[in-house]
């Protein structure tokens, strides 16, 4: 499970707020060229930022460090994938810079409301962005390393279409539950089993107290 239903920031609620989880991400996004999102996830995450810095304060400047020895800009591009362009531009994430992927019906539903740190990439007329299409568009802009932080639809996509190199898994000792809300989980939006088997390779396991965390190769040896 990786969401509360309509509460907000969920994943630091789940992961009750770990040093070591935000530790982990922190390290994920001081590597990446770009961090991808799914609209949803930016909706239910207000004022938050997709940046190693934000998320583990502590290492800023461990932090830059690494991503100057990398090669890599400042910050990682944040990049927004939207259909029908419901993208908050008052959000902080956006106001400091961000890519929109969507479509051309979803580039008209933002023309005009984007603040200039964005730009927008158009893939397809209307309805769902192909994020085969649009992970080789970003490529070709030079976002090599692109870091997903999900959610759950996006990264069923990415797993659907195998587009999902590795995926880092925290897992958390808090026991969340499940009745009235609809709380999703890690993958959404696509059926697998029984019918396709799509397995993991466990690349490392770390413990820190009571936590695990899981790094699995997902593509196929
Ligand atoms: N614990 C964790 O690690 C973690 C991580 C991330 C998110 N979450 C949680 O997950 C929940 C959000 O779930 P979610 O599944 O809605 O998140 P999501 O996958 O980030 O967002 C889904 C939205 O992204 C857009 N989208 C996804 N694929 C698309 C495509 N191929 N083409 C065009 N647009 C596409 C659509 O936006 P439009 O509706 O704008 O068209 C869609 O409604 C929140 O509760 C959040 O806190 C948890």
């Given at each position: 499970m990786v969401s509360l239903g309509?509460?907000?920031?969920a994943g630091s609620v789940i992961s009750g707020r770990n040093r070591w989880d935000r530790f982990l991400m922190g390290l994920l996004r001081a590597c990446a060229d770009a961090v991808l999102l799914g609209a949803g996830t930016l909706r239910a995450t207000p004022g938050h930022h997709w940046t190693a810095e934000h998320i583990f304060p502590d290492m800023t400047t461990a932090f830059a460090e690494l991503r100057s020895t990398l090669g890599r800009r400042p910050r990682p591009r944040l990049v927004l994938v939207t259909a029908?362009?419901?993208?908050?531009?008052?959000?902080p994430a956006v106001v400091g810079g961000a890519t929109i992927l969507t479509t051309e019906a979803g580039a008209n539903a933002l023309r005009g409301r984007l603040p200039d740190s964005c730009d927008v990439i158009e893939v397809g007329?209307?309805?769902?962005?192909d994020l085969a299409h649009a992970v080789s568009e970003l490529r070709s802009r030079g976002h090599e390393l692109i870091l997903t932080e999900g959610g759950p639809h996006v990264s069923g996509e990415l797993i659907d279409k195998g587009l999902l190199d590795e995926a880092f898994i925290t897992v958390s000792p808090l026991v969340a539950g499940r009745d009235r809300e609809t709380r999703l989980g890690m993958v959404e939006g696509v059926e697998l089993l029984p019918g396709r088997l799509v397995s993991g390779r466990l690349l490392s396991v770390r413990r820190k107290e009571d936590f695990l965390f899981l790094r699995y190769g997902l593509r196929p040896s």
């Open positions: 309509s509460e907000p920031s029908s362009g419901q993208v908050a531009a008052s959000h007329k209307e309805g769902r962005v």
